[in-house]
């Protein structure tokens, strides 16, 4: 599960938005515009990803004494798929299943990005385990490699 920097502005943000990369595609882009130095074919890989939204009211945190809650958007949500540069990906994410609260069909019908033996079911929430390794604890405590 890929981490991007967050774009939040509120006062309750979030250091790090989380997806699930259903698909890798690699295109052959041509740009065609007035800075462009080359006609040629650039190849551009992109991550079709599927987003996570966090559950902002659960406590969570150093703070909260948890660790953070997440869960599938709603495929209404104009935001719960889209494309990402893996460049800007920081790292990948360990999500611990919320196995209490089960598994669910409601976010998202059948659909190609549901891997078969899932039964188009998904987990309603997980936890993001930011015990996973140094790098990720120090990047949530503060004072990790940015």
């Known amino acids: 599960m890929p981490v991007v920097l967050s774009h939040e502005t509120d ?3 979030h250091p790090y938005w989380y997806a699930q990369v ?13 800075n462009s130095t080359s006609h040629d074919a650039q190849r ?14 659960y406590p969570s945190g150093f703070s ?14 104009p935001d719960v798929f889209g494309f990402l540069n893996p460049d ?31 039964s188009d079911e998904d987990w309603r929430a997980f936890y ?3 015990f996973a390794d140094h790098d ?4 949530f405590r503060g004072g990790g490699i940015q």
């Open 136 to 139: 990720m604890f120090m990047r």
């Open 11 to 13: 006062s309750d943000r």
């Open 128 to 130: 993001v385990n930011i």
């Open 64 to 77: 909260g004494r948890r660790l953070h809650h997440i869960g599938f958007l709603d495929e209404d949500d």
């Open 88 to 118: 800007v990906v920081i790292r990948g994410a360990h999500l611990v299943p919320t196995f209490s609260l089960g598994e669910m069909d409601e976010l998202l019908g059948p659909s190609f990005v549901q891997r078969e033996e899932d």
């Open 22 to 34: 259903t698909h890798i595609f690699h295109v052959n882009v041509r740009y065609y515009g007035k």
């Open 44 to 57: 551009m890989d992109v991550l079709f990803v599927r987003w996570f939204g966090r559950d902002s009211s």
